[in-house]
Structure formats: structure tokens, C-alpha cells
């Protein structure tokens, strides 16, 4: 996607970044326990969590603006 795509995308709120946290966490916890996560070097580990971390901001921002309806006053 292009930057200004995500422009158009509706904000986060409380609540969904508390959503998107608590899930995070949860895959964060079970790829701790997963021997082969923890063999990769750690600058790997962090880029990977970053990145997995902005990969569920952003579906939830898509799956928003997909399942918003549309109010017309």
C-alpha cells in the first residue's frame, strides 16, 4: 500500500489499541515458549515483534473502515 492509503484509514481508538495489545501479548507470550523463536538473534526477535505489532494495527484499521457502515445524515 501506498502512504496515502493509510491516510484514509479510520484512527484507532482506546479501545481497539487495548484490543490489539492484549492479542499481541497473548502471541508474544506463546512464541516465548517456542524454542525456535528464542534461537534467532535478538535484533531479529525485536523486528519481528515490531513488525507483527503493526501488522495487527493496520488490519484492524482495514477491517474498520471495511465494516464501518457508511452514516449519511
Do not use: W
Request: glycine residues 2%; positive net charge; contains cysteine.
Amino acid at each position: 500500500m501506498k502512504g496515502s492509503e493509510h491516510e484514509c484509514l479510520p484512527e484507532l481508538t482506546k479501545k481497539d489499541m487495548r484490543d490489539i495489545q492484549r492479542k499481541f501479548d497473548t502471541e508474544k507470550k506463546r512464541l516465548e515458549e517456542d524454542k525456535d523463536f528464542y534461537t534467532e538473534d535478538v535484533e531479529t526477535q525485536k523486528l519481528f515483534l515490531a513488525s507483527f505489532y503493526d501488522s495487527l494495527c493496520l488490519a484492524k484499521r482495514l477491517s474498520k473502515k471495511k465494516f464501518t457502515p457508511n452514516k449519511k445524515v
